[in-house]
Structures are given as structure tokens and as C-alpha cells.
């Protein structure tokens, strides 16, 4: 059967900058009636096998994946790896060197931070985030956190009203993108390399969020993408907008990819996505990503 609500992008606080932990996202799937749910915490896939166990008692199919940083055409592109066997040799590989990236991208981050005038350390930044190599949004959330914070100047504005519940995105726009003052040099996987190596890990691949500023994906990249063995577009997300909704699900339709949907749901660092509220996964695309994985079809 082909029926019943699924969201494939959800994240734990397995992740640098969830806050929820495993078997309570399971529990809020099963309370919100999902069939199925997709944990893909950033570079991790630590929610495994507790989720699918939580999964298997509160009958809700949890499909492993994990969401990785990758560089494509010198850009950033995240990529979903729902079906992920989570002790696959190639997994640890894909961990093991993001880990390493991530790690230098944020000490080098820290180090301009506190240059510019931000007062933060490295060893907060690491006990906030478990020990998870930080995203840029999640170490401004760390800043912004902090009773000191609210006397910088530098940081006033992130404190208004307005500005409040996105001061972390704020941040990120006014500090880590190009020509900024903590802006550092991306080193992340190529994107190519991770699909290359997805087959051995039984993943079935799917481009997060292609219309997100960061990412700009085109027709050209999705078809180059799936030459290298992207099965599936995230089509429904808060990312987009209804045109561009409109735009990827006909590429999808066009390009033989499977369209999915994904929340993106992290909990307070993105105030705006509520669990369950993006109610446009259908079972179906869980069967037809079952149906690609591992083999690049």
C-alpha cells in the first residue's frame, strides 16, 4: 500500500544542532500518524539502530539516512542517503573525513570570531555541540545563547524582536558568508565522491533542498548529478517556495528522479518548521527509493 504521511528529513540531536533526541522524534511521528520518517542528522549517523528500534515498538518505519556537506561546482550541496546501512565501511569514511573538514573549518571560524571581536571558545563551542564537528548556524546559536552576548554591540541587533527567533541565520549571513569577517574556505567532500561511494553503502541518494540560496540547483546539475547516481530531489520543503516547488517536481518528473518531501525539522534553531507540519510525503516515494537504492538506477 501505497498510502501514508512521510517526512524524510528530520534531525535528532545527534546532530550538531538538534535538540530532540531519537526515540522522541519516533514517539512524535507515531503521535502525529506517520507511517514512515527519515532521521538524517548531519554527518552522523549516530540515531542508529536506537531510532529503528524506538521505530519497530511504536510501529513507525524509520529509514536510516544521514544528510552530508558536500562541495559541487564550488558550491555547497547537502545530500540524503535514506536507506543507509550505518555500518557500511563506506559510511565511516564519508564520517571520518567530513569530521576532519568540519573540524578545521570551525576552530579556523572560532579563531576569526574572537578576532572580530566575538567573545567565544573553542572548548564551549565543543561541549555545546557533544563533540559533533559544529555547523555555522549552530556555533551562532552557541554566541547568541550567552548572557554576554547581549552587551556586545557588535551583537545588539540579533537581540530585537524582529530579529530574534532567526538571530543564528542572521549571524551566519553577517559572519561566515563570503567577505565577511569569519568567513573560511569550505573543504568539504566532493558531492561526486559521496555518490560514488553510496552504492556500497545501499543508500538510495537525494539532493536536499535544491532551490536553497546556497545551492541554486539547476537542470544542468541534476543531470549530471544523476549521471553520477542521484536517485531523488527533495521536491516539498519549507526551503522552496511554490514556484519553485512547481520547478523541481517537473524536473524530477522529467529527469526520472524521485521527488520527496522533508521538513528539515531541527526543533528551536529553526523555530518556523513545527514537526509535522509539512504534510506532502506519501508513502510512494519511500517505495520507489527502495526500489533505486544501491544500485544508481
Known sequence: MSDGLVDLHIHSNRSCDGDHPPDELVGFAAAYGFRAVSIADHDTVAAYPEAVREGEALGVEVIPSMEVTTLFDDRE????????????????????????????????RVDLL?????EVGWEEVVAATNGVPPLGVRIGQIIL???????????????????????????????????????????HLGLVEVLDLAPGTGAAPVLSHPGACFQRTTRKDLVALKDRGLVGVEVFTFYHTDAQVAEYKRLAEELDLVPTAGSDFHGRIKPHIAFGALRDGRYWMVERLRAKRGNGA
Do not use: C
Open 114 to 118: 574572537r578576532r572580530a571581536g566575538v
Open 145 to 187: 545563547d550567552k548572557p554576554q552576548s547581549r552587551r556586545n554591540p557588535l551583537l545588539a541587533k540579533y537581540g530585537e524582536p524582529e530579529n530574534r527567533n532567526f538571530g543564528p541565520y542572521l549571524f551566519y549571513r553577517d559572519f561566515f558568508t563570503e567577505g565577511r569577517p569569519a568567513y573560511v574556505l569550505k573543504r
Open 77 to 108: 550541496f547537502h545530500v540524503l542517503l535514506p536507506f543507509v546501512d550505518w555500518e557500511a565501511p563506506g559510511v565511516a569514511r564519508i564520517i571520518e573525513r567530513t569530521a576532519e573538514t568540519r573540524l578545521e573549518e570551525a576552530r579556523e
